[in-house]
């Protein structure tokens, strides 16, 4: 996620693995081995239906919240471990709008029609009891569970998944503060979507929104160019254009999200949810309105 003048940035940015972390890159001994191109030819591609290693579908263990009463959570995978969970690219259809979201306590609907592949970061207890106390500070909130009703979406200024994987695996602090960025996506340019944190826990990706927005880092550097030009480089290329559509209207119609609620980082203060109590804000210029009209004109 670039920043104004090509700074290292403060929320989620992955500038050449130095944006949120002064560490070295971090070796991805948990990268997958499952990734193939999707085919351009999207609407001869049939939806397979997922399998149940989806997260949401996962048993639940006693965790400890931090005014340390017990709480039952969804327990966490093996960190790394990659499994798919969805393949195939629907034939593009006329918009809809969203789906009602599930009933509180039910699992929710998975995301079909990309290629979904579980690829865990660790969120330990310890790095989950770190968002809950920047949830308290920045929202008022003492907890790091998330209900989404915004979708943010990022690119990552690097070449790979890889790369994104191993900065957000770091948990090296951001703005002198814990837990590390992260976002719940990140998605190749191949089409295929890797899943980091689920999308009932907290990520810091966006200021002023983490604790409602679920964030998809898309694989794309500037190279020198302006934010613009990598955007409509996303936006160009059909197999991954297709996929990050898909992957929204997924998450839209599972949580009940409004098109006018998928916004890019550059939109992030003017949305009506932002808030921050520390007064930040962010400075970031990855998806700009101009480009997110042309995607939200595809959902």
């Known amino acids: ?6 700074m290292a ?17 971090v070796t991805t001994a948990g990268t997958s081995t499952t990734t ?3 085919s351009t030819a ?6 397979t239906a997922p399998t149940t290693s989806d997260p949401s579908t996962m048993p639940t263990a006693a965790s400890t919240s931090p005014t340390g009463a017990t709480t039952s959570a969804p327990a966490t995978p093996p960190a790394g471990a990659p499994t798919t969970r969805a393949t195939g690219i629907p034939a593009p259809s ?16 998975p ?14 207890d310890a790095r989950r009891a770190q968002m809950a106390d920047y949830a308290q500070r920045h929202y008022g909130l003492a907890s ?11 690119f990552t200024e690097s070449d790979t998944w890889q790369s994104a994987f191993a900065t957000f695996s770091t948990n090296v602090a951001n703005r002198g503060e814990l837990p590390g960025t992260c976002a719940h996506y990140v998605l190749d340019q191949a089409g295929i979507a890797r899943q980091l944190v689920r999308t009932d826990t907290m990520c810091r990706h966006a200021i002023g929104l983490n604790h409602v927005a679920i964030g998809i880092e898309v694989v794309q550097a500037t190279r020198g160019n302006t934010s613009a030009w990598a955007e409509q480089q996303i936006l160009g290329r059909p197999a991954q254009a297709q996929a990050l559509v898909a992957l929204i209207r997924g998450l839209q119609a599972r949580y009940g999200i409004a098109t006018a609620d998928v916004i890019g980082h550059a939109e992030a203060n ?3 949810l932002f808030r921050d109590l520390l007064g930040w804000r962010n400075d970031h210029t990855d998806w700009s309105t101009a480009s997110m009209t042309v995607l939200r004109a595809r959902l």
């Open 36 to 38: 193939s191109a999707l």
């Open 270 to 272: 003017r949305h009506p």
């Open 9 to 25: 940035v403060a929320c989620g940015a992955l500038a050449a693995l130095v944006a949120c972390s002064s560490a070295p890159g």
């Open 1 to 6: 996620m670039p920043r104004l003048a090509g």
């Open 111 to 124: 995301v079909t029609g990309v290629r979904v592949v579980d690829q865990w970061i660790p969120f330990t």
């Open 144 to 154: 790091a569970t998330l209900s989404p009703r915004v979708i943010v979406v990022h």
């Open 94 to 109: 006329a918009p809809s709008a969203p789906s009602a979201p599930s009933a509180p306590g039910t699992p929710p609907r």
């Open 42 to 47: 999207l609407d001869s591609v049939a939806t």
